[in-house]
């Protein structure tokens, strides 16, 4: 009996310990399967945490309101820094040499510890670095507060009868992306893109210099001092005389600011409202897509979001509104030709613009009740009004020959706009005829898209994933690799030894029939 009662109890600690083992393998292989189908070891997500989450304000998108909060937390931020950036002020030979050695040792690691790196691709493992020059506060917070000072002002007037500090808020990119760089980190929600405090680490140089505020509201011997003395400010970095200005970002969005220098900065890369290639405002040479960059106005309507496109689907009873400008100088010219054409037609409202509160509600008022917005050239070949109709929910019809477009390396804008030659919409019925020949069916794809697409034109602080700032970055990073070429190749080819590229004899743009099959 107590050989069986032996045998019997070795049984049962032999199923025991087997059942343990089995267990635990089964523990080891469900723990290994889920780790490596896990998405850290799939193909990459661009998501991001902060170690230490806290609540990230609602964004602002007034400018007035956003710079309001910035200024009073200013103080706040120049405490929180730990860490001073080495920028200097002049730089020798010597300082640039050893720049340039640091960089090229960096760019040299990272070429064979990183298999995507120079064909860039920001993302939150590998984000594009940009050094943010800490320049003197005449040329950064001063200048906000002056706009903030006096921007209840409203008899300061433009030459044409512009409100001066309206058309700063329109132009006010410059803000926007300097705000969001300067952020603690952890109230920011753009992950692709990290500030740098060494020169040498950066890919990116930003000149945070408020370039149209200056213009509009210093008087004008002062703001060409000032841009003088930015000019030199800028140009005797060792960043700068390393590359020529090749891979610095010069915020230039109003095509007046700057001007009187700007011709000594030409290898920068311009943040522009457009390009304008007859020469009104910028010179042969100057400007180029392949080296600048086109940005979005800030729109002057607020945002028709998914309940009031809702609720305005069914109010849309004009075929195509237009208010604004009816007489603009330059390629602007084609308003007075569209009035003559469009006036009194059946479904079509063409009001001259008016400035203040009750003009933006006009405006918002009659883009919100339209199916069509009519947005021809202005002054410039762009014009906010194109933007305005895309917040507002209302197809633009856009009629301007040589206008370039925001991310267009991103954006399809054939599905949310209309394009119209000039010669084709001055031609009589011939663009309500077009305007009227478009399906229903049509009018509702695009209005689909117009609501997905209004997010990537509405600036705000903190700025937002797939917003305009986000956007910049992209668009960015996609100019990285040219931008090392040209350095690189200008640093060792012989002055006039050969031509250098330039984009002086390229084709302008020019909206061709073929476009609108």
């Known amino acids: 009996m107590a050989g069986k009662h032996h045998s019997g109890s070795s049984r049962r600690k032999s199923s025991i310990l087997f059942g343990v083992f089995s267990l ?17 070891h799939s193909l990459p997500i661009h998501t991001f945490q902060h170690p230490n989450p806290s609540p990230i304000p609602k964004p602002d998108y007034s400018f007035v ?12 931020i120049q405490r929180s820094r730990t860490i001073s950036d080495d920028t200097v002020g002049f730089a020798s030979e010597e300082a640039v040499k050893k720049l340039d050695d640091m960089i090229r040792k960096r760019e040299t690691e990272r070429f ?6 120079p064909a860039f691709s920001p993302s939150v493992s590998s984000p594009l670095r940009v050094y943010i020059y800490d ?74 210099f408020f370039t149209t505020i200056s213009f509009f509201l210093l008087e004008k011997q002062q703001c060409k001092a000032l841009y003088r003395d930015a000019l030199k400010w800028v140009t005797d970095q060792p960043a700068w005389k390393r590359s020529e200005g090749r891979d610095h970002i010069l915020p230039v969005h109003h095509p007046w600011s700057f001007k009187s ?13 457009d390009m304008d290639s007859t020469g009104n405002w910028y010179k042969p040479g100057q400007v180029s897509l392949e080296k600048d960059l086109i940005l979005p106005y800030v729109p002057n309507v607020d945002l028709c979001d998914s309940k009031c496109l809702s609720e305005s689907e069914t109010k849309r009873s004009t075929l195509l509104f237009f208010r604004g400008r009816l007489k603009r100088n330059a390629g602007g010219k084609i308003r007075a030709k569209l009035v003559a054409e469009l006036s009194g037609a059946e479904g079509v409202v063409i009001e001259e613009g008016t ?46 020959d040589e206008l370039e477009l925001p991310f267009e390396g991103i954006l399809d804008y054939r599905k949310i706009a209309q394009f119209v ?30 609501a997905k697409y209004s997010r990537h034109f509405l600036y705000s602080h903190p700025a937002q994933p797939l917003g305009p700032e986000d956007l910049v970055w992209r668009m960015m990073a996609g100019k ?21 590229c330039t984009c002086d004899c390229r084709r302008a743009n020019f909206t061709s029939p073929e476009s609108l099959s």
């Open 261 to 273: 220098v700007r011709r000594y900065m030409k290898n920068a890369i311009w943040l522009l409202p």
């Open 65 to 76: 309101v956003s710079l309001e909060k910035f200024l009073a937390s200013t103080s706040k």
């Open 112 to 117: 064979y510890e990183d298999s995507f790196f």
């Open 355 to 400: 400035a203040g509160v009750a003009g933006k509600q006009a405006a918002q008022n009659g883009m919100r009740k339209s199916i069509f917005c009519l947005t021809p050239a202005g002054d410039t070949p762009s014009s906010a009004r194109l933007f305005d109709a895309i917040v507002s929910g209302c197809i633009p019809v856009i009629v301007s």
């Open 421 to 450: 030659s000039s010669s084709d919409a001055v031609q009589p019925g011939w663009l309500l005829a077009f305007l009227r020949s478009v399906s229903s069916a049509q009018i509702r794809e695009m209005q689909m898209h117009l």
């Open 480 to 500: 990285l690799v040219n931008i090392k070429l040209h350095t690189r190749r200008s640093q060792r080819v012989v002055k006039e030894s050969r031509s250098l």
């Open 135 to 208: 320049m003197p506060p005449k040329f950064t917070y001063d200048l906000l507060w002056l706009f903030h000072n006096t921007y209840k002002e409203t008899s300061n007037l433009t030459s044409n009868g512009s409100p001066v500090h309206r058309l700063i808020e329109q132009h006010s990119i410059d803000y926007w992306l300097w705000a969001d760089l300067i952020a603690p980190e952890s109230e920011r929600l753009l992950k692709n893109v990290a500030r740098v405090h060494r020169q040498e680490e950066a890919d990116l140089f930003y000149i945070p």
């Open 24 to 40: 635990l393998t089964l523990s080891i292989l469900f723990y290994v399967v889920s780790v490596f189908s896990s998405p850290s």
